[in-house]
Every structure is written in structure tokens, then in C-alpha cells.
């Protein structure tokens, strides 16, 4: 399995100088702004007056509009690997088993206030695989990088290279990403838990 590696995308400052306070906050805000309207289409000066600053001081901190696009993706995936990390202190010194974290994990995305983060992910996922010369070149490669490490780390140390250990987490993840995809579009959060229930129970 590949390991998670560095890019553009990886958590606001791991691998640069501290940003200046500034520049932390109009992240926040964009990111919140981001969450509410999304990042494909997004517009400098309309998002420049709703956080309080304008056009060319956006495009002097992060230098282009498509270097705000990926530290806004950069933010998003910050939220993904803080839920990793949590999973990983809630597991300790044991594996934990796929069905137990694949249910920590839905329970997570499920939530009421998820749902803009969410459709930040799938549309940044979505963008990447159709447009990978843009800013969002990579997104999807590296969240799919992210849960499959973390999913491995929750099986049985003697078994994750294995053929059936790979696509038994595969499938696992394909599963908590389909039910993303109809929690998204249909708003029927009892049906599709109940169909990654059924998965887990398997």
C-alpha cells in the first residue's frame, strides 16, 4: 500500500515557516466561507469582502488564486487527519478490527455538522480526477492514501500485506465512501447507516 506522502495538500504549515497570524486567520475565514460555497468556482472579490479583506492582500499571502484553492484543500484535509489521529489514540497498543473503526469512522461523517465539509472533500475529490493539471491535482490519491493506512493499521499486524487484507480494506473504504456519496444527495441518514451496518456486521 502506498504510504501517505508530502504535498500541497498537507496540513497548513507542516512544511513551511509558521505562517504569520494574518494569514491564519483569513485561512479560517476563507475556509469557512469555503465550506458554505465551495472552492471550485470560487471568486476572489466576493470572497475577499466576506472575510473582511481584499483581493490583493489574498493574493499576496498565498500568491495565486489556485495557491488559495489548495490551502483551503490543505485545511480540509487537516479536519481528515485529526479524525486519524483521533481513531489512532482510541486504538492503543491493539488493532481494533475494520468493523469497529469503520463505524467510529461513519459515525464521525454522519454528523449534522459535517455536511460542508463533506461536500468540500467530494468536490475536491471529484475535481482532482477531472481536472489534474489544477490546483486540486492529487486531492483524491491522497485522502484515498490517508484511510487506507489508517483502515491497515486496524488490522492485525501479521495480516495487512496480505492479498485478502488489502481488499478487505479496500472494500471498506469503498463502502464508507459510496454511503458519503447517497448520505450527501439524499439526506436519508437512517437507510445508508443501517447499509454500513449491515456491511460491518458481516
Given at each position: 500500500?502506498?504510504?501517505?506522502?508530502s504535498t500541497?495538500?498537507?496540513?497548513?504549515?507542516?512544511?513551511e515557516a509558521?505562517?504569520?497570524?494574518?494569514?491564519?486567520?483569513?485561512?479560517?475565514r476563507a475556509?469557512?466561507?469555503?465550506?458554505?460555497?465551495g472552492?471550485?468556482?470560487?471568486?476572489l472579490?466576493p470572497?475577499?469582502?466576506?472575510?473582511?479583506?481584499?483581493?490583493?492582500?489574498?493574493?499576496?499571502?498565498f500568491?495565486?488564486?489556485?495557491?488559495?484553492?489548495?490551502?483551503?484543500?490543505?485545511?480540509?484535509?487537516a479536519e481528515?487527519?485529526?479524525?486519524?489521529?483521533?481513531?489512532?489514540?482510541?486504538?492503543?497498543?491493539?488493532?481494533?478490527?475494520?468493523?469497529?473503526v469503520?463505524?467510529?469512522?461513519?459515525?464521525?461523517?454522519?454528523?449534522?455538522?459535517?455536511?460542508?465539509l463533506?461536500?468540500?472533500?467530494?468536490?475536491?475529490y471529484?475535481?482532482?480526477?477531472?481536472d489534474?493539471?489544477?490546483?486540486w491535482?492529487?486531492?483524491?490519491?491522497?485522502?484515498?492514501d490517508?484511510?487506507?493506512?489508517?483502515?491497515?493499521?486496524h488490522?492485525?499486524?501479521?495480516?495487512?500485506?496480505?492479498?485478502?487484507?488489502?481488499?478487505r480494506?479496500?472494500?471498506?473504504?469503498?463502502?464508507?465512501?459510496?454511503?458519503?456519496?447517497?448520505l450527501?444527495?439524499t439526506?436519508?441518514?437512517?437507510?445508508?447507516t443501517?447499509?454500513?451496518?449491515?456491511?460491518?456486521?458481516?
Open positions: 500500500m502506498a504510504e501517505a506522502t500541497s495538500f498537507d496540513p497548513p504549515g507542516s512544511g509558521t505562517p504569520s497570524p494574518r494569514k491564519t486567520e483569513l485561512l479560517e475556509y469557512q466561507y469555503a465550506l458554505q460555497h472552492v471550485a468556482n470560487i471568486s472579490r470572497l475577499a469582502s466576506a472575510i473582511g479583506s481584499s483581493p490583493r492582500v489574498l493574493l499576496y499571502l500568491g495565486s488564486k489556485d495557491g488559495l484553492v489548495r490551502a483551503l484543500l490543505a485545511r480540509a484535509r481528515e487527519l485529526r479524525l486519524l489521529e483521533q481513531l489512532r489514540a482510541e486504538r492503543g497498543a491493539e488493532h481494533t478490527g475494520l468493523a469497529v469503520v463505524e467510529r469512522i461513519w459515525d464521525w461523517l454522519a454528523a449534522e455538522d459535517r455536511r460542508g463533506l461536500s468540500l472533500w467530494v468536490e475536491g471529484a475535481r482532482s480526477l477531472i489534474p493539471e489544477g490546483p491535482a492529487g486531492f483524491a490519491e491522497d485522502t484515498v490517508d484511510w487506507l493506512k489508517l483502515l491497515a493499521e488490522q492485525p499486524a501479521g495480516e495487512r500485506d496480505t492479498a485478502e487484507a488489502k481488499t480494506r479496500t472494500e471498506a473504504l469503498a463502502v464508507l465512501r459510496g454511503a458519503l456519496l447517497d450527501l444527495a439526506g436519508d441518514r437512517a437507510r445508508v443501517a447499509a454500513v451496518h449491515a456491511w460491518t456486521s458481516r
